[in-house]
């Protein structure tokens, strides 16, 4: 089926053209993984290792066969939900209240296809852009991370949601603030620590609450891949921060700021509620009153704060801005922490799976042999 009739509204033109800018640039300079090369570069050679190890395959992988409610995808409480609890809520039947989940898990899940081409785009300019051979082969493993992201999200949305939702217009304007930068550094900063930061944290939300296996291990996989790309990010940037000006650190804070603001606006979900009949002004005072809502706004911060801490962007004016956003103390996070278990939490759903399926087939093995003594 078209994709074009399964979005709610009209996404417009099937194409988007952000112009590029900045030099294709090539090295001459050759190493590969395992070579004792003394340039000091080995954990980007190993983590270029790691992520051709670690790929796998969604059509094997994941059990598409699991269903989903549409009018339920997630199971989350309705708390979640920034009518709940308001009389348009009171109001709604629980028919029109499957519809809204179902809108607004569409609209989540989209905002994450959206941001997965968004990452492969990037990845690939990195490969194109950055100077060293270590760092393009590590973006290349990248770039085939974010296309199976991708994949899985619009089969998910496409199969199991049946319906589909635009790009926000926040996100958009990051990506294309990210990839009209020539500086080579701006997509890392764009996308692998404000974009994916924010994604990362939502991921980790909806895998920790939802009841339903299909997304639980869709998000779990996804973010066992997302831990290396985080890692490659942080190892980039702040090698290469060290060497740069103030007022060159501070048009990177600058950046950084404004890229916080989109994302918090980026996660209204407004245009779900104008869907239902519910002037924007509106929806965006549901959002900002609900309780559930102000305390995922600011986890959703939790993997951003720290990374940008870490790789040395901490002037007063970024300081201040993360203090109006109350989400100053998430600087403290221990993000090594945080990326250990999302590996090993789908180590684990993969374990359990194996587990199944091995006494599954043990039942029927079982089953024949009682089958053949009986003479059947
Ligand atoms: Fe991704
Ligand atoms: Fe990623």
Redesign the pocket.
């Known amino acids: 089926m078209s994709t074009r009739e399964l979005y709610v509204q009209d996404p417009g033109d099937s194409r988007w053209t952000v112009p590029a800018t900045g030099a294709a640039r090539f090295t001459w300079e050759a190493m590969y993984p395992g070579e004792k090369n003394g340039s000091g570069r080995d954990r980007l050679l190993a983590l270029y290792q790691k992520g051709k190890d670690k790929q796998w395959d969604a059509a094997t992988r994941i059990d598409w066969d699991l269903e989903v409610d549409p009018k339920d995808p997630l199971g989350t409480p309705d708390e979640s939900l920034s009518l709940y609890g308001t009389p348009h809520w009171d109001r709604m039947t629980e028919r029109d209240r499957g519809d809204l989940r179902q809108h607004y898990a569409a609209w989540q899940f989209s905002q994450f296809l959206h941001g997965?081409q968004g990452?492969m785009v990037c990845a690939a300019r990195i490969v194109e852009s950055v100077p060293d051979l270590d760092a393009k082969f590590y973006s290349a493993t990248q770039t085939m991370?974010?296309a199976r992201?991708a994949e899985i999200y619009a089969r998910f949305l496409k199969d199991k949601i049946g319906m589909l939702y635009p790009v926000n217009d926040s996100l958009k304007a990051l990506l294309d603030d990210t990839l009209a930068d020539s500086r080579w550094d701006m997509p890392y900063l764009g996308m692998q620590v404000l974009i994916?930061g924010l994604?990362l944290a939502a991921f980790g939300m909806i895998r920790d609450t939802t009841t339903r296996p299909l997304p639980k291990r869709i998000l779990a996989y996804?973010m066992q891949?997302?831990a290396r790309?985080v890692a490659f990010g942080r190892m980039a940037l702040r090698d290469y921060y060290r060497q740069l000006t103030d007022v060159e650190l501070r048009e990177r804070e600058e950046f950084v700021i404004e890229g916080c603001h989109l994302m918090r606006d980026r996660l209204r979900g407004t245009e779900v509620l104008e869907n239902f009949g519910i002037p924007p002004a509106e929806a965006a005072e549901f959002t900002e009153r609900s309780e559930f809502l102000r305390l995922f706004r600011k986890l959703l911060f939790s993997r951003i704060v720290p990374c940008v801490k870490d790789i040395g962007l901490w002037g007063p004016r970024l300081q201040r801005a993360y203090l109006d956003l109350g989400v100053f103390d998430l600087g403290d996070a221990n993000l090594d922490l945080l990326m250990a278990q999302d590996e090993e939490l789908a180590e684990q759903l993969d374990a359990e799976r194996f587990a199944a399926e091995e006494s599954a087939r043990t039942a029927e093995v079982a089953d024949a042999i009682a089958r053949g003594a009986a003479g059947d």
């Open positions: 997965e990452a991370d974010e992201h994916e994604a996804v891949d997302e790309h």
